[in-house]
């Protein structure tokens, strides 16, 4: 059974950093997009960032470009996702994903990705 469970959310004043962690378990880690996704109150959810498992790519949307790093450790089958100097506007859901076995590079589509997890809450404050 895939599991993706989230952690590391919390309540932070702007300009703070928080890191999120991702720890993926029930299939083989390799060779798949892992990406972090963001749903704020009364918005779509939207893609943030996105890694490549086996070649390390990564992918940023323009908003976070700078400001929020995600890496991985392939040893623990996490990801993570540095974000510093937040803003209120990045108070949100935040979702880790997984693409089923995937070669080519990784973007942020929903549609690409089959497994979710529960999310963690992320409140940045003014």
């Known amino acids: 059974q895939v599991q993706l469970v989230e952690s590391g959310g919390g309540s932070v004043q702007a300009g703070g950093s928080l890191r999120l962690s991702c720890a993926a378990s029930?299939?083989?880690?390799?060779?798949?997009?892992m990406a972090w996704f963001r749903q704020a109150p009364g918005k779509e959810r939207e893609g943030v960032a996105s890694i490549h498992t086996t070649f390390g790519s990564t992918y940023y949307t323009d908003s976070v470009k700078g400001r929020l790093t995600i890496s991985q450790d392939n040893n623990k089958n996490t990801v993570y996702l540095q974000m510093n100097s937040l803003k209120p506007e990045d108070t949100a859901m935040y979702y880790c994903?997984?693409?089923?076995?995937?070669?080519?590079?990784?973007?942020?589509?929903?549609?690409?990705?089959?497994?979710w997890g529960q999310g963690t809450q992320v409140t940045v404050s003014s």
């Open positions: 029930g299939f083989i880690y390799s060779r798949r997009c």
């Open positions: 994903a997984a693409t089923k076995q995937k070669w080519s590079g990784c973007k942020v589509s929903e549609s690409e990705y089959s497994y």
